[in-house]
């Protein structure tokens, strides 16, 4: 929810796992990410008008920033028409997007 109208998926490789991120709202922009086991950094591609990777890294930041939370203290509040607003120990703390 942080980092709204993006999927990802996970594929282990021989020495890691490349994660990809691409967004779903018909602007075209995706990240692959390459891990490799022991390593300390990651070699990262993106592409489009929204860099993926430095919104997951946005989002990184304010988590680590909030102390690391654990998930059992996150919530969703969702209205009436549908709407989702991700929260942080209580409705009134709203997770902003990094978008």
């Known amino acids: 929810m942080?980092?709204?109208?993006?999927?990802?998926v996970?594929?282990?490789?021989e020495d890691g796992?490349?994660?990809w991120?691409?967004?779903l709202d018909g602007a075209p922009s995706w990240a692959a990410?390459?891990?490799r086991t022991g390593e300390p950094t990651?070699?990262?591609?993106?592409?489009?008008p929204r860099w993926l990777?430095?919104?997951v890294e946005g989002a990184l930041r304010w988590w680590s920033g909030q102390g690391r939370?654990?998930?059992?203290?996150?919530?969703?509040?969702?209205?009436?028409?549908?709407?989702?607003?991700?929260?942080?120990?209580a409705p009134s703390n709203a997770i902003p997007t990094f978008a």
């Open 2 to 8: 942080c980092i709204p109208q993006v999927a990802h």
């Open 10 to 13: 996970l594929n282990p490789t």
């Open 17 to 19: 796992v490349r994660a």
């Open 21 to 23: 991120l691409f967004t």
């Open 33 to 35: 990410v390459e891990f």
């Open 42 to 48: 990651a070699t990262v591609y993106q592409h489009g």
């Open 53 to 55: 990777w430095n919104e």
């Open 69 to 89: 939370p654990p998930v059992d203290r996150f919530g969703l509040a969702v209205s009436s028409d549908g709407t989702q607003q991700p929260w942080l120990d």
